[in-house]
């Protein structure tokens, strides 16, 4: 089995290493650093952290659905030049 991973400094601690070695039908590639076509998500994980998302603590799902909305949703359907409609 191959895992493709980003570089995450935990990715590549002492003990992640010793744990994919303990395992012989692990191979381990890692991304390059600075490859976002390789690794889309890490334009969003950029956008989550910008948005304070990345360590939210909601109190309610309600607070956390309303964070999400106006820090994710509202601003890709903007950037896109779209919007939600109720119908």
């Given at each position: 089995?191959?895992?493709?991973?980003?570089?995450?400094?935990?990715?590549?601690?002492?003990?992640?290493?010793?744990?994919?070695?303990?395992?012989?039908?692990?191979?381990?590639?890692?991304l390059?650093?600075?490859?976002?076509?390789?690794?889309?998500?890490?334009?969003?994980?950029?956008?989550?952290?910008?948005?304070?998302?990345?360590?939210?603590?909601?109190?309610?799902?309600?607070?956390?659905?309303?964070?999400?909305?106006?820090?994710?949703?509202?601003?890709?359907?903007?950037?896109?030049?779209l919007?939600?409609?109720?119908?």
């Open positions: 089995m191959i895992l493709v991973w980003d570089n995450l400094a935990a990715h590549r601690s002492r003990w992640i290493r010793a744990a994919i070695q303990a395992r012989e039908w692990l191979e381990v590639e890692y390059p650093a600075c490859a976002l076509e390789l690794n889309p998500v890490e334009q969003a994980w950029s956008h989550l952290k910008s948005t304070g998302l990345a360590n939210l603590a909601a109190l309610s799902f309600t607070e956390l659905s309303e964070a999400v909305r106006l820090g994710l949703v509202d601003g890709f359907l903007a950037h896109a030049g919007q939600l409609g109720t119908e």
